[in-house]
């Protein structure tokens, strides 16, 4: 089994919708016996709280839940526990080599690294975009799939 964990700065926009959008693919595809997600924050702001209504409204458009939902922190523990610790943007990577004491394995990489434009995905909430970071959720989400699970 592949074990993801999907991380944002706070937990309740991008890295939850990541974790749902790739569970649902994996559902699809059949999948869901070789494939695990979960998401994390690199902050300690949103801690307990469940994903961000405007998230949770786009995910429900595509037919999927995320109830039950609690942001939590990344521990350094988790860098044993999941084979790949895919970020949102640079500044989710720095803040997972901090504090994960670095990436010697070679497991962190962006979600969009896995497609053919390498970028940060598009951050709602500034923006208040949330099309915009789907369309790119969704993208990385079936490019990773793809990826992992290559013969």
């Known amino acids: ?3 993801i964990l999907f991380v944002c700065h706070g937990n309740i926009c991008r890295s939850p919708m990541a974790e749902y959008r790739l569970r649902a693919l994996a559902r699809e595809a059949g999948l869901q016996a070789r494939i695990t997600a979960a998401s ?3 902050s300690a ?3 307990g709280n469940p994903v961000y209504p405007p998230a949770r409204r786009k995910l429900a458009e595509h037919g999927i839940a995320c109830a039950g939902h609690a942001a939590r922190q990344l521990q350094r523990a988790d860098y044993d526990r999941y084979d790949l610790l895919v970020a949102m943007d640079e500044e989710n ?3 997972m080599r901090r504090i994960c004491g670095g990436d010697p394995a070679g497991k962190m990489r962006l979600l969009l ?3 053919d434009t390498p970028r940060a995905v598009a ?3 500034y923006t208040g975009d ?3 970071a789907w369309q790119d959720i969704d993208r990385g989400c079936r490019a ?3 990826a992992v699970t290559k013969p």
């Open 1 to 3: 089994m592949t074990k």
């Open 123 to 125: 951050d709602p909430w």
């Open 144 to 146: 990773l799939l793809a």
């Open 93 to 95: 990577l720095a803040g």
């Open 45 to 47: 702001e949103e801690l």
């Open 40 to 42: 994390a924050a690199t």
């Open 130 to 132: 949330f099309e915009a």
């Open 113 to 115: 690294s896995y497609t």
